[in-house]
């Protein structure tokens, strides 16, 4: 875990978490890159389009759908090995998420980063996209993002997928899901988030009305 701007943060009363992946970054080219990359390393056939409709899991869940089970490790490595010059250039940010941020910090809130991308890779990604969140905390997924977001406070937790939804309730926190990842608006209704919105795009308005104390 990294805390990156503690000092002036620190006293906030309240934070707000969010996930990256088609949560915050539109990593969606990127991965899909990297897949290719391995693809034509390998000479394994790797659908991409696939693979990006599935983003959030954790890597090793994915490379197994393309890999026998006792090379995920090895792809796994390489993966991480080339998504630093593959993948973190082709990333952008998904539409809204630097006003959400903003809007955090207009409140006086801290602003925590939980991904399942692993923690190097996480680092690397919202630095490159500019992003300066006051603590990033990567390689965890579902309800195992639970301890990260009560450690730091969080009230809520932004995310795309259901597995964010499971998070949020791991940390007793709001469950805030938005439609830009593999599940629609009804999918993360049906699943049980507190909160849909289309995109970041309407997060400012919905964090009026939430508490802040």
Known sequence: MLDLDPPASSGAAFAVGFDLDLTLADTRAGISAVYAFLAAETGVPIDTEL???RIGPPLEEELAYWFPADEVPAMASRYRAVYADIAVPATVLM???AAALDAVRARGGRVVVVSGKNQADTERTV???GLRPDAVV????GADKGAALREHGAGAYI???TGDVDAARAASAVAVAVATGPF??????AYGADVVLPDLLAFPQWLGGFPAG
Do not use: M, N, Q, T
Not at 184 to 189: P, R, T
């Open 51 to 53: 693979v990006v409709r």
């Open 95 to 97: 539409p809204g998420a």
């Open 127 to 129: 630095r490159f996209l």
């Open 138 to 141: 990567g390689g965890l997924f």
């Open 159 to 161: 995310g795309d997928h």
């Open 184 to 189: 629609d608006s009804a999918a993360l209704a």
